[in-house]
């Protein structure tokens, strides 16, 4: 079953903490300082701000995931329990876009490319898709949050020590029960 | 007219604060005004302009969201260089332009100062490890970026630990106000104007590094190069964004001009030099000119919380028993903790004295001073919370847990810097000697009550 991050919009102040955490975690060179940035912040989870709710969207790595579905050449993958976005492959089409119910997939420049041998065009930034991929199985955005409003829902994690929880609550409850008859 | 200009230094753009309100978490003084979730407001009455807001804020212009306002409007409003780093919202007006037009001027004589603050940095702008030590790289680029004399705002804090050093003694053995207040934090001096005038006395008359040093480039560094007071332009590197407002403040003009024209900030130093093509990290290791470029270890430490203190001591001790400190490191008066309390035997004198970073947690203290329940002699108060290598001006960090390390790095490489230096108290600096018996004549002589010190109102 796929793992995913859950934004908790109780203790979620708006920050945008994670977002920045999140782009500079996907950087392709370790930058420390604003100073040294020459591009955007480009991250990949999105803070909601409304009269009725305050907290960050991100892919739900689905397990019947639309977005892969509905690429036409095939870029998006299942890949250790996380749906990820192959950017070679990516044509920019925004099949995905349209296809994600959570509004997870934006378009971005990519800046691999800045460095090249001299062709103007190859140097032209490349639109590719970008979404969340749990950075590897450690979501920068979870470390970062400075309210703990950010959770990472491992799935079949979760489901056993709910159902150990479970076990051991109903276990005393039933042996109180027994005593007592 | 200039007042409200000033005071309204520290800014917070309505449109990319999403009202978190981390920003007033950390403000000293609570001059951040607004609804949780709304967008916030600096109050500038209140305001000391430490710029601690502009480095915790997170909230940042977002490539996935529209704006009213353009890019290069925000630029234009906050006086910064062509960029493309994400802008905050949490901001505050900058000196770039001014700086870089005088400086086109290849006829313009000028002489720059850095705060020891500012060596331990400005690296980090060029992709550098946090904390890099650099004063030889530092020196390279401000000469390559035309200022004619690259002097050194350590040299003036030596001079500061002459004249509070003295100013101390006179105070305990001729019973001034007691406990003595530093006076090098601009924002420190606006706190107690604003909230505590009834403790003003308190304040040690000595202006800080940065003004000493701008009085001294236009009456004896103009005089070393035979120029007139009034063709020098003076500039100082600060790591803070109070200094900008303390260089305005109109009694800053004992040389006859304003002493300092002009404060740049750490970052505003690194967008000059990446402006104009400088390969930092390629340069060679070049000097400070002399003689206003010439410092002890003690003039470095001014950077880190206690490092005033420290240097003081290591003066102090001398001129109360005549004699030399046996260990120049005063490791009590080094450390983390908000307030910290470090006394020295002298033999005749028990010199008490407390040590404040962070001004919150300043309160208390002034509180028991108030209430006539102290029996300290000198007090050292840094706004920001590890002293200046934590000041509003530093280069940002993009994560806060690298800001913990940054200032862990940049407090040990000031520390390595001291230790590296051939002097290491202020009194023993051959330059500081020469100018008192060129120039100065003596600690608060005639001449040093003129130039170096300065006087305080209360705001209200
Ligand atoms: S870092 Fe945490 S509190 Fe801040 S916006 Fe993200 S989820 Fe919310
Ligand atoms: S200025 Fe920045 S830190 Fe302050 S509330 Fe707005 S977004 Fe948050
Ligand atoms: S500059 Fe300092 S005093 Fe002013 S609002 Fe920001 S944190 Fe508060
Ligand atoms: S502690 Fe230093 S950087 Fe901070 S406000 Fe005071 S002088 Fe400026």
Redesign the pocket.
Known sequence: MNSFVLGDPKKCI???VCEVACAVAHLDTEIKTVGNMNFSLNPRLYLVKSHEITMPVQCRHCEDAPCLKSCPVSAIKKQSNRIVIDETGCIGCKSCMIACPFGAIELIFSHQESVGDGDLLQNEPEVIASKCDLCGGEPACVKACPREALQYVDMVKERTQRRIAAANKMGGFHNEFMVRE | MVAKKLQENIK??AE?????????EVCPVNA?E?QQGK??SVNAAKCVMCGQ?VQ????YDSPFEQYATSRSQRLQERNMPIVNEPL???YYHGDFFKVKKRLADKKQFSMVQCAPAVRVSLAEEFGMPLGSLVPGKMVAALKRLGFTRVYDTNFAADLTIMEEGSELVKRITEGGPLPMFTSCCPAWVKFVENEYPELIDHLSSCKSPQQMAGSMFKTYGAAVDGVDAQEVYSVAIMPCTCKKFEADRPEMKSSGFQDVDAVLTTRELAYLIKEASIDFNALPEESFDKPLGMYSGAGTIFGVTGGVMEAAIRTAYELITKEAIENVNITSARGEQGVRKVVLDTGSLKLKTVVVSGLKNVVPVLEEIKRGKTDFHFMEVMTCPAGCISGGGQPKMLLPVDGKRAYENRKASTYQHDEEQRYRKSHENPEIQEIYQKFLGEPLGHRSHKLLHTHYKPSR
Request: net charge positive; aromatic share 4%; glycine share 20%.
């Open positions: 708006g920050c945008r | 917070i753009d990319l604060c999403t009202g978190c309100g981390r920003c007033s951040i607004g967008a916030q807001c915790i804020c997170s909230g905050f919202a949490a």
